[in-house]
Nanobody
Framework: EVQLVESGGGLVQAGGSLRLSCAAS????????IGWFRQAPGKEREGVSC????????YYADSVKGRFTISSDNAKNTVYLQMNSLKPEDTTVYYC?????????????WGQGTQVTVSS
């Protein structure tokens, strides 16, 4: 069974940093892509970032480019999202998801989410 567990969310002031973690189990980590998404109440889910296991490519939404960095520790089956220069508009629940195609295109398994709150 694929399991994804996010952690690292919390309350931070604008301009601050947080590092989210997505711990994965139940599948061959090296064969999957892992993405980070966020969804604020009443808004559509937004893809934030993704790292492809096929070639190590990384992808970022324009709204987070230059501020967020995704990385993977395959020895720990964990993907991280380092979030710097946080803004109040980054406030929402962040989810990680796994893509068996490994190309950051089709996510079939999701974590439970972790809340990020950025105060102004």
């Amino acid at each position: 069974e694929v399991q994804l567990v996010e952690s690292g969310g919390g309350l931070v002031q604008a301009g601050g940093s947080l590092r989210l973690s997505c711990a994965a189990s139940g599948f061959t980590f090296d064969d999957y892509a892992i993405g980070w998404f966020r969804q604020a109440p009443g808004k559509e889910r937004e893809g934030v970032s993704c790292i492809s296991s096929s070639d190590g490519s990384t992808y970022y939404a324009d709204s987070v480019k230059g501020r967020f960095t995704i990385s993977s520790d395959n020895a720990k089956n964990t993907v991280y999202l380092q979030m710097n220069s946080l803004k109040p508009e980054d406030t929402t629940v962040y989810y990680c998801a796994a893509d068996a195609s490994s190309w950051c295109t089709s996510f079939g398994s999701w974590g439970q989410g972790t809340q990020v709150t950025v105060s102004s």
